[in-house]
């Protein structure tokens, strides 16, 4: 198999341990390419031809390029950039037993528990600090490049029911190891030390804990590929790829890649905030187009919002749908749900169907059980306030939401060869 994609890949996800750092190193690809950074609070300067990017609260991206000549419509293909996880609170180290320092965590996101115990874990995410010559306040990105922590796991034999299942306590089961008692007191210094800051200056702070074990590549045949952030970063790094290879000649194409789905997108950054419709309104007006036309131009859009797929698991096959079971390394898997979990109705799957035939790429299709509920995606929480044809796909996966996950070589390919057509 050709895993030049696949390994391109796995440095993006090893490379973006955090929302933040995923944010920055799509920024860098896109001025590699000639785009031009936009600032928010900043005025705008943009004309025909033209391709810039935008971002907010450091891990929320917008790109677009628009059309040299009048163009009819936006083509717009949405991912998130955030996954599950555990935060760091304020005042995190907790002292035990006058022996250990432990760090006190929260939940970020409905993850599985049970794969962070016994794992090489690191911090990474940002700090803010006040620029003393401006009084402006300014982001470093952190990210401690080392095994720094791990959450030991109770042995057997201090819990014979070990195996027959358990009920984890984050606040309880799930805080890490940071070090002996010599360590108290160091954290901040660790992280200010990783981020080239003072420890006095740092203001504030979204540090998060990420999983250290590297992308592996493996199967019979390397058939899969494993690591942690594949939901949602692979469908990122893919529209991105394709964002940049397709053509984009006829309408506004956007890459939006937005924070905060896993914890419900209700956020500045989030797919419910203003985001989406504050850049595509800012565009129309220094395009001096009216507000008429953005709304005519809505209605002959479309949007692929890009979250991974579960994939029919070769222990519980059960699990799945009776009818609609993607399988890994089997093509793009659009997401179907009655209760509109997923935006996907007849109009946008034909739109999509016809895309990816024309470009002969695979597809699959999902929906729940209809007895067990599912989850949801961004695609209709941005439809609140960018309202226009939508569909949502995905890849397939095994172990969402879990620190390593799994996912084929080939579909990634996929994803990009039908966003490089859907950008054409």
Not at 143 to 159: F, G, S
Not at 178 to 196: E, H, I, P, R, S
Not at 386 to 392: M, R
Not at 415 to 422: K, S
Request: aromatic residues 8%; proline residues 4%; hydrophobic residues 40%.
């Amino acid at each position: 198999m050709d895993h030049t994609i696949s390994k391109k890949l796995s440095r993006f996800l090893e490379q973006s341990p955090s929302c933040f750092h995923a944010a920055e190193n799509m920024k860098h690809s896109l001025l590699e390419k000639d785009f031009e950074q936009l600032h928010e609070n900043q005025k705008w300067q943009i004309t025909a031809g033209g391709r810039y990017f935008v971002t907010r609260s450091d891990s929320s991206l917008i790109a677009f390029t628009i059309p040299e000549h009048a163009f009819s419509g936006m083509r717009i293909m949405a991912s998130h950039s955030d996954s599950p996880t555990f935060k760091i609170k304020e005042n995190p180290e907790l002292e035990t037993d006058g022996h250990y320092i432990r760090l006190n965590v929260e939940r970020y996101g409905g993850m599985l528990c049970a794969p962070w115990f016994d794992r090489p874990l690191s911090v990474a995410g940002r700090v803010i600090v006040k620029a003393p010559s401006s009084g402006t306040f300014v982001t470093k990105l952190v990210n401690v490049d080392r095994d720094l922590v791990l959450i030991p796991n109770l042995a057997i034999h201090m819990n014979r029911e070990a195996n027959n299942g358990c009920k984890y306590n984050v606040q309880k089961d799930m805080l890490p190891l940071y070090g002996d008692l010599a360590a108290k007191d160091t954290f901040m210094k660790t992280v200010a030390d990783a981020a080239q800051v003072e420890e006095a200056d740092i203001l504030g702070h979204d540090l998060f804990l990420y999983n250290r074990e590297k992308a592996s590549i493996w199967g019979a045949s390397g058939e899969f590929i494993s690591c942690g952030r594949l939901d949602d970063l692979q469908c990122a790094f893919a529209s991105l790829e394709g964002f940049l290879a397709g053509d984009k000649k006829k309408y506004l194409a956007v890459h939006c890649v937005l924070d905060s789905e896993e914890v419900g997108s209700g956020t500045k950054q989030g797919a419910a905030s203003t985001f989406l419709y504050d850049t595509l309104t800012r565009i129309y007006d220094h395009l001096g187009l009216t507000r008429e036309d953005y709304l005519i131009h809505l209605a002959d859009s479309l949007m692929i919002s890009a979250d991974n797929a579960h994939a029919v698991h070769p222990n519980y096959t059960d699990k799945a749908d009776p009818s609609n079971r993607p399988y890994i390394n089997g093509g793009i898997v659009i997401k179907f749900n009655a209760s509109q979990k997923y935006c996907t109705d007849g109009v946008s799957a034909a739109m999509f169907r016809d895309m990816c035939r024309t470009a002969d790429i695979p597809l699959q299709t999902f929906v729940n059980r209809s007895d067990m509920a599912g989850g949801s995606t961004l695609g209709n929480i941005s439809n609140t306030q960018v309202a226009l044809n939508t569909v949502d796909i995905g890849l397939p996966q095994l172990a969402m939401h879990s620190p390593y996950e799994t996912a084929g070589v080939k579909d990634t390919g996929y994803l990009i060869r039908a966003a490089q057509e859907f950008f054409r």
